[in-house]
T-cell receptor
Framework: SAVISQKPSRDICQRGTSLTIQCQVDSQVTMMFWYRQQPGQSLTLIATANQGSEATYESGFVIDKFPISRPNLTFSTLTVSNMSPEDSSIYLC???????????????FGEGSRLTVL | GENVEQHPSTLSVQEGDSAVIKCTYSDSASNYFPWYKQELGKRPQLIIDIRSNVGEKKDQRIAVTLNKTAKHFSLHITETQPEDSAVYFCAAILNSGNTPLVFGKGTRLSVIA
């Protein structure tokens, strides 16, 4: 299993500001995913981040609002831009498990970053 | 794309009783079905999974069954304990290696001592 570290674990932000969440993995992984979990809700995929290419965004999420970087195989960032109270949520970084280079389908999650926007 | 429906949204059981959570999926090509448990304030963690080449899998007090024809799968927890109280998410994926998990909406299980 992968060990995933996310920073910050929580933050209180002012409306209109932006915050960057960092995700560090202890091993090289091809695919990283960013999920959002609004209070009491399920996990919704924001985007898939692959090293060396543009992130692929899901319907309802756009690069201008959630820019993602993936500079190498162990690190990614998600920025939540121009925040509003509706962006208050937990943001989770995750990586796909792999055996022998083949994706198993299992996801490992970071601890999450709980953002509160005032 | 895949769509996963999960029922019930909340479930309360007495300690020692069994709990069953059901999910349906839409994409008949999906072949990997994990279940995640999320305790309050913590990250989701995989508790059991099943692939489309088997119909049932057990791990101590938890089991998962899969009906490919009907496109549904279920989580069974026997002899429930208070520490089983959590939110449980089912998910489905076409495990081609390039598609992420699609999650159900979750079931909040409360085990009453």
């Amino acid at each position: 299993s992968a060990v995933i570290s996310q920073k910050p674990s929580r933050d209180i932000c002012q409306r209109g500001t932006s915050l960057t969440i960092q995700c560090q993995v202890d091993s090289q992984v091809t695919m990283m995913f960013w999920y959002r979990q609004q209070p009491g809700q399920s996990l919704t995929l924001i985007a898939t981040a692959n090293q060396g290419s543009e992130a692929t965004y899901e319907s309802g999420f756009v690069i201008d609002k959630f820019p993602i970087s993936r500079p190498n195989l162990t690190f990614s960032t998600l920025t939540v831009s121009n925040m509003s109270p509706e962006d208050s949520s937990i943001y989770l970084c995750s990586v796909a498990g792999a055996i022998g280079g083949t994706n198993t389908g299992e996801l490992f999650f970071g601890e999450g970053s709980r953002l509160t926007v005032l | 794309g895949e769509n996963v429906e999960q029922h019930p949204s909340t479930l309360s059981v007495q300690e020692g009783d069994s709990a069953v959570i059901k999910c349906t999926y839409s994409d008949s090509a999906s072949n990997y079905f994990p279940w995640y448990k999320q305790e309050l304030g913590k990250r989701p963690q995989l508790i059991i999974d099943i692939r489309s080449n088997v119909g049932e899998k057990k791990d101590q007090r938890i089991a998962v069954t899969l009906n490919k024809t009907a496109k549904h799968f279920s989580l069974h927890i026997t002899e429930t304990q208070p520490e089983d109280s959590a939110v449980y998410f089912c998910a489905a994926i076409l495990n081609s290696g390039n598609t992420p998990l699609v999650f159900g909406k979750g079931t909040r299980l409360s085990v009453i001592a």
